[in-house]
């Protein structure tokens, strides 16, 4: 063995085995402080996407409206976010009491003044930081579905109280103990029982949304759905059309998604392991293989496969493989993200049939992928899935996978209309027509995109 062979290895075992006396994994630590900048760059990387797809009199405020999303959840995040999300002390299995962990209190510190690190190796505050990244994207996410008509004002109202009664409770529901959980208490428990594993009571089907596509993307795209309807259409939907300006600045935001993706399901595993290896992978084929999905519906249905369709089936195969990214094969990855990337092409038709203005089509990519994303672990998650062996279990775990995604969507749209009425009681939602008509980025921000002579705005 070479000397340089020899010190690599010696690396990789110090990596594999390093904590400290307070229980620290260096090497989780990395790969969780890795796995949050790389999801806080998905925000701005689908400024990119969203602002590419819009046109170019309205680039600028598509894209402030996912840095508001930055500027406002993060700040409330460390407010009230974490402890309504993962506080112990839950309120009905709905949300965890805002106030137990307000501002972070009890959260950085051990008793002894150390910083406290949580169960796998790492500081509960890079946790808060990971988990905060999430909140993010998820309101963001949201925008594509409102371009070139609302208040960049009423849209920062928005975000703060759908992250603070939509986002936050749905999070403690599926991932804090709630009543979307595996905990004693839940609806699956209810559904089919408990089992007891090392003195823990839990269901005996465990739902699975390994990284958000309930929590994230189906709450977003109902959201969106809803969104659509209440605030209305833009002027001249259906009647004139509306084209990106900059496909290649939306496949820059989908290259920058797809590189921070890696984060966002491989840093679900919550450290440095062979499951983050196995999610990163997974996350990696799905979206190639979603993006062959889509671009094959374009070319039966539209006579050719374009670079818009493309950088779509990428988000798409990446929404589909987020809830099951951990829990199937590469192989089964491959299944599911062409069938996602097709259900994505063919569900962005759905706002001509039922005419709302998702502009951006949030609800074709996030909300429909989503879906089939859930819905596909009970059929191909490892060795338990209908398709993959799972017999009976695979049947029950289908089911619950179901009844999880229903309610989150039911759950999700009442609350985004009582927001979404109030705001249009009280800010209103929309810009003047006359501002609208001559592009929103300098009605609202006072600047546009493009400053040369001879610039079609339009």
Sequence with gaps: MSDVTAHVAQTLLLAESSADSAGVSAANTAWMLFSAA????MTPALAFFYGGMSRQKSVLNMMMMSFGSLMVVIMIYVGWGWSMSYGDQSIAGIVANPFQYFGLKDTIFAADGSIA????GYATILDVGFQMTFAVIAVALISGALAERVKWASWLVFAGLWATFAYF????????GGLLSHAEGSVPAMMFGTDTVHGEVSAAVHPIDFAGGVVVHISAGTA??????????????????HRPHNIPLTMLGASLLWFGWAGFN???????TGLAALAWVNTAVAAAAATA??????????????????????????????PAAGDLTPVTSIAAGVIGGAVAALGVGIKYRFKFDDSLDVVGVHLMAGLW???????????????????????????????IAVVAMVFTAIVTAIIAYAIKAGLG??????????????????????????????
Excluded: C
């Excluded at 969106?224 to 059309?241: E, W």
């Design 266 to 272: 491989g840093g679900s595993a919550f450290g440095a």
């Design 224 to 241: 969106a759905l809803v969104l659509a309807y209440i605030v209305g259409h833009r002027n001249g939907f259906l009647r004139s059309p």
């Design 429 to 458: 939602w929309r810009i003047d027509r006359e501002h609208e008509f001559n592009g929103i980025d300098f009605a609202q921000h006072g600047e546009t995109a493009y400053d040369h002579a001879g610039a079609d705005v339009r």
């Design 38 to 41: 790389a999801v806080l760059m």
């Design 293 to 322: 999905g889509w671009l094959i519906v374009e070319r039966v249905r539209d006579g050719h496969a374009t670079s818009l369709g493309a950088a779509s089936g990428v988000v798409a195969g990446l929404v589909t493989i987020t």
């Design 117 to 120: 690190i949580g169960p796998n």
């Design 373 to 403: 994303g859930t819905v596909a672990i009970g059929l191909f998650a490892t060795d338990r899935g209908l398709f993959t062996g799972g017999g009976m279990y695979g049947l029950k775990l289908t089911v619950v996978q179901i009844v």
């Design 169 to 176: 409770p749905l999070a403690h529901m599926v991932w804090g």
